[in-house]
């Protein structure tokens, strides 16, 4: 099958440190080759693949300081994909909703993955005159504010198997990695630890736009000595950062639509203590790959019973829920699918 991937230019891919979306899009990208299809990725050109690739830009944009518009190089690069749109079976896009004027004009088939939170009400007048659009979503919770949406299915991210490694061992400290972001609550994080007296590593990016509210919340926090922040690691960092803790916290405040991070640790066969919001009971089994709690008195409860929790049923439950591999055969199913609808009508004509 000939298809394309459309990745998001804000990070490489796959990303130099932090990123969830490009990622995804790399481990995707490589799987499909891998399976022998013909694979074109439209992407920043540091990126790396084993596939075609097409580069609108130099650099990912995020931390390219020449870089002023993003929007120019998402525009330049949807140039680049639907003057190619015929040679393509199918047009698979990562970039939210600014091809959908452009797909409803092609015949080529395409299918878009939601990546991002959809309860934002400026969405809906869009997303109601693009409803034929087939999207695909990352977790059920995610579909809830559009349920009325042209789903073709929901595909949980996948990892390579090898990618990280398997710690049969509890490390003696918590972990949070991500954003410094209200949402994500850092701030928890490091209360939970201060009230089991356990060390805390904060592995995190602060985005400019979060930047108040890690100086003015955060950084006074980080006084404590059970906490150590890091800073911002790539995914070379992530196997020992991981691998080696006691516990993953994910102790977010917003819907979250997948958590790229919860399955990294499971991977590495490290529990996973999370908030109960979004995607959170979909890709945690509590009681059994780590606790789903729905505060800071459960949290820290949760801490002190971790250790019944088996580090080699985590790795096993990644291996069978959340490997690339299955990532990659959902998404053909749903490739096969939108080509056996759009020649159904011919097939009818003849």
């Known amino acids: 099958m000939r298809i394309a991937q459309v990745s998001p230019l804000h990070e490489s891919v796959p990303p130099k440190l932090y990123g969830g979306t490009e990622r995804v899009v790399s481990y995707l990208t490589e799987e499909l080759v891998k399976m022998g299809h013909e694979v074109t990725l439209f992407a920043s050109a540091d990126s790396v693949t084993k596939a075609r690739l097409i580069a609108p830009c130099k650099h990912s944009l995020r931390l390219d300081p020449h870089c002023q518009d993003p929007l120019c190089h998402h525009i330049l690069m949807l140039e680049e994909v639907f003057k190619r749109a015929a040679f393509f079976d199918v047009i698979h896009f990562h970039i939210d909703y600014i091809h959908f004027p452009l797909v409803r004009r092609c015949e080529t088939p395409s299918l878009t993955t939601l990546h991002g939170r959809l309860d934002i009400p400026d969405l809906v007048p869009l997303y109601r005159e693009f409803k034929e659009v087939p999207v695909v979503s990352i977790s059920n919770a995610q579909r809830s504010p559009l349920p009325w949406l042209n789903w073709q299915g929901t595909v949980y991210h996948g990892l390579p198997e090898n990618l990280y490694s398997f710690h049969k061992r509890p490390g003696k400290y918590l972990a949070f990695i991500g954003r410094m972001s209200p949402v994500k609550r850092p701030d928890r994080a490091i209360e ?20 108040e509210y890690f100086e003015q919340v955060i950084r006074p926090m980080l006084k404590s000595s059970l906490v150590e922040f890091i800073g911002e690691i790539g995914e070379k960092e992530k196997d020992d950062f991981l691998g080696n803790a006691y516990a993953l916290l994910f102790p977010v405040d917003w819907p979250e639509p997948f958590g790229l991070v919860m399955i990294e640790a499971l991977a590495c066969g490290t529990p996973v203590i999370a908030w109960n919001c979004g995607s959170v009971p979909e890709v945690i089994e509590d009681g059994k790959t780590g606790f789903i709690v729905e505060s800071m008195d459960e ?13 080699k049923v985590c790795r096993k439950t990644f291996e069978a829920r959340f490997s690339a591999r299955r990532m990659a055969e959902d998404y053909l199913r749903v490739y096969r699918r939108l080509l056996k609808e759009q020649a159904e009508p011919l097939l009818k004509a003849v």
């Open 299 to 311: 949290a820290v409860r949760a801490v002190e019973k971790i250790e019944t929790i088996s580090r």
């Open 192 to 211: 939970i630890a201060e009230r089991v007296g356990m060390p805390l590593k904060i592995a995190a990016k602060v985005d400019a736009s979060d930047k």
